[in-house]
Nanobody
Framework: QVQLVESGGGLVQAGGSLRLSCAAS????????VGWFRQAPGKEREGVSC????????FYADSVKGRFTVSRDNANNVAYLQMNSLKPEDTAVYYC????????????????????WGQGAQVTVSS
């Protein structure tokens, strides 16, 4: 059964840190680009970061650049999003997703290209 499961969300004060994990089962995550998205109440889902297969492209939205770091551990079929210096405007449900595009192809921040999605993890940043 193909599945992506996020973990690591929670409540944190502004300036704090969280690390989200995205564990894949039923497929080899290393063959997929991984994207991280978030959706706040009343807003559209936005691309936060993505990481390509191999040594390909890494993308960060301007709003998180310098604060968030995406990584992957292909040996353990897991991807991560390290979030530092969190702000109240980072509050949202965060989703990871996997894109079965050509190996090495640049990842994209467009949600429509992704094949598998996790269930989401709530991140709440208090001021």
């Amino acid at each position: 059964q193909v599945q992506l499961v996020e973990s690591g969300g929670g409540l944190v004060q502004a300036g704090g840190s969280l690390r989200l994990s995205c564990a894949a089962s039923g497929f080899t995550l290393g063959y997929y680009a991984v994207g991280w998205f978030r959706q706040a109440p009343g807003k559209e889902r936005e691309g936060v970061s993505c990481i390509s297969t191999g040594d390909g492209r890494i993308f960060y939205a301007d709003s998180v650049k310098g604060r968030f770091t995406v990584s992957r551990d292909n040996a353990n079929n897991v991807a991560y999003l390290q979030m530092n210096s969190l702000k109240p405007e980072d509050t949202a449900v965060y989703y990871c997703a996997a894109d079965n595009g050509p190996l090495g192809f640049p990842c994209t921040e467009l949600p429509g290209t992704y094949d598998y999605w996790g269930q989401g993890a709530q991140v709440t940043v208090s001021s």
